[in-house]
């Protein structure tokens, strides 16, 4: 009975730190994201100058990108209020955080969770705009793109990532990023991967007490 349990503890620690530091991919795909203007991003046709973000794609609220029906939104300004405000929200248990992002004309990016509840500035907006878009990052051409690195979030609580575009010059707008969650272990996790070390010692003192 006892080798029973103690290779049962053996096995949860092993799952636990199997799982340790997961980390999950995220992106402009239409899964837990949204928008402020009509709640659902919808796909848009990039158009040709623009980068690109395998596996992802060029969002918007609307058709704002090229062809058939397709609708150019106001121009705005920097600082000012944003075209569009997109939304994406982190898997629980988010540790940190790595994002690229790109968009047309440009955008802020912001970081919210329990540690900055008014919202953390990652990336500022670029307000100096070339034939294209913004001139660099964040921009919309190949060389353009911004990528913010590993930054620390608070896993207590729920947390998203807000890019907030703007529209400068007209023609199509959208915005288009790709990134990387690393998720800590849930609180119920340290206590199996506790139970487990535990049954290991006590494993090996009663092999070692046979012998």
Known sequence: MHNRLLKVLVLASMFVMAGWGTVIPFGSDLVNEGNNQ????????????????????WISYANTGVGGGAISPAN???PGTPTAIFTEWLPAWTGSVNVTVFADDTADVYLYDNANPTGLLLKAANPIQDSACAAGPIGCQPNESWTSGWIPVDFSGAAWLEIRAYQRAGGPFGVLYGGEAQVVPEPGTYVLLGAGLIGL????RMRASRQ
Do not use: D, F, M, Q
């Open 76 to 78: 705005t300004t920097i």
């Open 38 to 57: 009509t709640a659902s991003n919808v796909v848009i046709t990039p158009h040709p100058a623009w980068g690109s973000l395998s596996p992802y794609s």
């Open 201 to 204: 010692g006590l494993l090996r």
